[in-house]
């Protein structure tokens, strides 16, 4: 044999081996023992699931804690106040925040309350699941921004300008004048930043959405969202507003809600399709999850259907109910209907070719890096 072919002979092999080991590489799945040690958030959650037999202001069930220990998640943004305009939503806000302390105090070992970003750090050594509150709304304040600073002593350490509809702050993405950021809005903000607490621009107006990355001195999120160059629907976020946030050093959460796909259950696949959109718009760094679902899986029965068909009512009654909601399209990914979703989604991510280092800043580390810099 000449040598020349010998050597051609040598690279065609070193290709051939090359390509099968990324093959395999790609089919490998994402590690659990990685996954036990990653940062791992949910930047819109809660702990428990659904029961219908209990009260709204039942206790977590022992089930509920568990799942919550198995899960591997490190914290969750809880949402604390009750959503859109109506009476009492002070009062509203601060039951819900000492229900919530509640559960801290009686599972001490299985919860921790998270105020700054040391904090996540000593929920993962402590294998403890970190409670971040976090209001969708600002309605609860009234117009007094003083309040701001009570919810912010509080525990209070992300906060929405606005939800689905107009409030005193500014539109939401349901309003069609959107009408932008109100002078309070503007306000809103400043203050939101000298508390330092995260501003999280879901549920706002494109126009709410462009002012807010403007105006904030911070970085800032949203939480809870999907790419509207995938699925045009008012909750998905256009790519010049998650450019832009990505630009200040901000992270958008990808959610598992029925506006990742038209008119039909969202699947997996629709999850996927949606991240890698969003990386390729914002980054690998600036990209995270929001599932806007609770921790535990869900039994899909048929009350829980009939449940969920009357949530959509009541939410359309309400006026708040927005384009992509339907009574039958549930609000959640079949595949990852189960505590430990996030390590089933790292392992389909791992298995398209994703490299473990950028799984593990959209299963936590960029939310982590972005509270951090927000809280201290």
């Not at 309350?113 to 970190?130: M, W």
């Not at 503007?186 to 607490?197: D, G, M, P, S, T």
């Not at 929001?290 to 449940?307: H, K, N, Q």
């Not at 384009?323 to 595949?335: M, Q, R, T, V, Y």
Request: hydrophobic share 40%; with cysteine; glycine share 10%.
């Amino acid at each position: 044999m000449k040598r020349r072919d010998l050597i051609a002979g040598t690279m065609a092999a070193a290709a051939l081996w090359q390509a099968r080991t990324a093959r395999a590489a790609s089919t490998q799945g994402y590690p659990a023992d990685r996954y036990s040690k990653a940062i791992v958030i949910d930047a819109l959650s809660a702990p428990g699931g659904y029961h219908p037999d209990l009260p709204d202001d039942a206790p977590l069930t022992d089930g509920d804690v568990a799942d919550a220990r198995h899960s591997g998640l490190t914290a969750v943004n809880v949402t604390v106040n009750q959503v859109g305009n109506g009476p009492d939503r002070y009062e509203k806000t601060v039951s819900a925040i000492g229900l919530i302390e509640r559960e801290i105090a009686n599972h001490p070992d299985a919860f921790l309350k998270i105020l700054r970003g040391g904090d996540l750090t000593a929920a993962k050594q402590s294998a403890r699941l970190g409670l971040i509150y976090g209001a969708q709304d600002t309605s609860m304040l009234d117009g007094d921004l003083a309040r701001l600073g009570v919810f912010h002593n509080l525990g209070l350490r992300i906060a929405q300008p606005t939800y689905n509809r107009r409030n005193l702050m500014g539109d939401g993405c349901l309003e069609e004048a959107d009408g932008g950021l109100s002078r309070l809005g503007h306000e809103f903000i400043a203050e939101v930043n000298r508390l330092h607490i995260l501003l999280d621009l879901s549920h706002a107006g494109r126009k709410v959405i462009t002012e807010g990355i403007q105006a904030s001195k911070a970085p800032m999120a949203i939480t809870h969202t999907g790419c509207r160059a995938l699925v045009d629907v008012p909750r998905n976020t256009d790519d010049t507003a998650l450019k832009a946030l990505a630009d200040r050093g901000g992270v958008a959460g990808i959610y598992f809600m029925p506006f990742l796909r038209t008119g039909a259950q969202p699947h997996s696949d629709d999850v996927i399709r949606h991240l890698e959109h969003a990386v390729n718009v914002c980054g690998e760094d600036h990209v995270g999850l929001g599932t806007d679902g609770p921790v535990s899986g869900i039994e899909l029965t048929d009350a829980y259907r009939a449940f969920q068909r009357k949530f959509v009512e009541d939410r359309v009654k309400a006026g708040i109910a927005a384009p992509g909601e339907s009574p039958d399209i549930l609000n959640l990914i079949p595949e990852y209907n189960s505590p430990r979703r996030f390590l089933r989604l790292a392992d389909d991510l791992a298995r398209r070719g994703w490299p473990a280092a950028r799984i593990d800043k959209i299963l936590g580390a960029n939310f982590a890096r972005l509270f951090g810099e927000v809280w201290g």
